[in-house]
C-alpha cells in the first residue's frame, strides 16, 4: 500500500500528476479530497474507498449504518469521486483507503486532489 500525496486545484489550474496504483492505496484526508480517476483499461473498473465507521448508535435514530462509498467507472470514462467525511473514513492515522478492481499491475492511476 502506498500514501498517494494530493494535489491542490488554484485559480491557475492544474494539470494533475497521475500515480500508478497498487492493489490498495490510501491518502491523508481532511475532507476536502476527492480522487481523479481516467479509465482507459479497456474494461469496466469499480473504484471502493473503505468505510472505517459503519454504524452509530444515535439516540433520536437508532443504528446507523455507513456503506463503503463506490463507482463503477466503465472503460473511456473519467470520474471524481468524494469528498470523504473523516468521521467515516479516516483510519487511526487520519487516512483514507481505496481500491480499484479488478486490479491491473500497472494500468489502473490516479490522482488526489484538493481545492
Known sequence: M????????????LVPTLTTLSSSDDFVNTGKEFIFYRNSSGES??????AQVTSVNSPIFGTLT???ASKVVTNGQTVMIGPFEPSAFNDSDQKCTFAITPFSEGTDSVAILYL
Open 2 to 13: 502506498a500514501t498517494i500525496s494530493s494535489q491542490q486545484i488554484t485559480e491557475a489550474g
Open 45 to 50: 473498473k469499480t473504484i471502493t474507498v473503505t
Open 66 to 68: 455507513k456503506s463503503n
